[in-house]
């Protein structure tokens, strides 16, 4: 079948990767790509929300299968559009409805689903422009640091982390006045819970359930997790610290009453769910929902899949789910972020990307890159993600840094210490 994948991304191209060696895919379309899918697909100039074009696209090649990427065109209702056009409506969207996608757009949301459900979380409440001074109250009953989230999307930029109550109430006030724009209209205030995360990632039909490799990734800009956040440094899995006792305590918990919650709801999911999570003491606790594939977890979590991706997918679409064997490499496979000097700030595009030829053992993904004029540059503040295999992670991460010396571009930057709290 004819399949089209949407986004620009690492996690765009990894899927790409995989993809491409099923043999159920024909032709593989990538809207709208970047230098790396456009080896092993064909790119597509078209942006992930703009659905009439997305709409032609699919008539004109056929295409039976769109796997979606980031979170806008989910979020925005791209499973929706396709249910209400006859034209559209027996094409496979590997992804939620916009019912389920509020999981992740709506941080308040998911915290009422949390708690409709039973799930552990942190204590929260939600306050609006009307209601700041409620805000600013219920943050002198909790204990520093104070957790403030806008409730939209902001691109991973709407939660902030302040140790000093006055600042606390402060940004709290900037964030209802416009701060992350429309995002922060609402912000959910929440306590801080003390922890090492990871993320755990749910493929579903909406019923059945296949969990997914565990990953933790990296999301500080400096080494020791200094420095601004980012969309993510670096990537291991599986995380060494999460045993059979703990996973099992993530499923009966957390992943078994969100599935089941999703179906008392009547919602219709058909796609990933991403958990992010913290251990508190042994206990799991869920910090946010995301309702696609992490990036830069996707470049350690797929390929760490045996299976046939695209027979999955369409077990998802058509609720069969659950008749799939889930086959896994039992190696660790552990991901280097290289991204342009400046990043997560201002920073320049267009630098010409050498060595890509060199690597050896190890896969590179292309997150921010382009074609001009027969070279491969730069695109984006992430640039590409060196993705290694071995027995234990520091040794897979050992692979992944030997091949970055190899790899070249103008303040090229990136962790040299991905796995240091492990």
């Known amino acids: 079948m004819n399949i089209l994948i949407l986004g620009s991304g690492g996690r765009e191209h990894t899927f790409a990767y995989k993809i491409a060696q099923s043999e159920q895919c024909e032709t593989l379309f990538v809207a709208p790509g970047n230098a790396g899918t456009a080896q092993i697909a064909t790119n597509v100039a078209i942006g992930v929300t703009d659905f009439d074009a997305i709409k032609d696209l699919v008539i004109d090649k056929n295409i039976k299968m769109v796997v979606v990427g980031p979170e806008d065109p989910l979020v925005q209702g791209i ?9 559209l409506q027996d094409v496979a969207v590997i992804g939620p409805s916009k019912e389920g996608a509020r999981l992740e757009g709506s941080k308040e949301r998911a915290k009422e689903f949390m708690m409709a459900h039973g799930i552990p979380t942190a204590a929260y409440e939600s306050f609006t422009a009307q209601t700041v001074e409620k805000g600013h109250a219920f943050l002198e009953t909790l204990q520093p640091p104070y957790v403030l989230k806008a409730d939209g999307l902001a691109a991973g930029k709407g939660v902030l982390i302040i140790q000093d109550l006055e600042e606390a109430k402060h940004e709290l006030a900037k964030m209802l006045d416009g701060k992350f724009g429309e995002a922060s209209t609402t912000v959910v205030i929440e306590e801080f819970l003390d922890g090492i995360e990871l993320s755990v990632f749910v493929l579903t039909d909406g019923k059945n359930y296949k969990i997914l490799p565990t990953a933790k990734d990296y999301k500080r800009i400096g080494e020791g997790d200094t420095g601004l ?49 913290i251990k508190v003491g042994d ?49 660790s496979a552990t991901t280097i972020m290289l991204v342009s000097g400046g990043y997560p700030e201002a920073y320049e595009k267009g630098k010409v990307i050498s060595g890509l030829e060199t690597i050896e053992d190890s896969i590179v993904f292309h997150a921010g890159t382009t074609t001009k004029e027969e070279a491969i540059v730069t695109n984006g503040g992430r640039v590409l993600a060196v993705t290694s295999f071995d ?15 190899k790899l070249h571009f103008d303040r090229m930057y990136y962790r040299t210490d991905i796995g240091f709290d492990l």
Not at 256 to 262: A, Q, R, V, Y
Not at 391 to 405: C, G, L, T, V
């Open 79 to 87: 499973y929706d559009f396709f249910k209400a056009d006859e034209q």
């Open 229 to 277: 956040n980012t969309g993510g440094m670096g990537a291991i899995s599986p995380v060494p610290f999460a045993d059979d006792a703990f996973m099992q305590k993530i499923e009966d918990r957390i992943v078994k009453p969100t599935i089941d919650g999703l179906s008392k709801e009547h919602i219709e999911y058909k796609g990933f769910v991403f958990i992010g999570l």
């Open 283 to 331: 206990e799991p606790k869920v910090i946010e929902y995301n309702v696609r594939m992490g990036d830069p977890e996707t470049e350690v979590v797929l390929p760490r899949i045996h299976s046939d991706l695209v027979q999955l997918f369409e077990a998802v679409s058509n609720g069969t789910l659950h008749d799939q064997e889930l086959k896994l490499d039992k190696r």
């Open 391 to 405: 027995d234990n992670f520091k040794e897979a991460i050992k692979k992944s840094y030997q091949n970055i010396d």
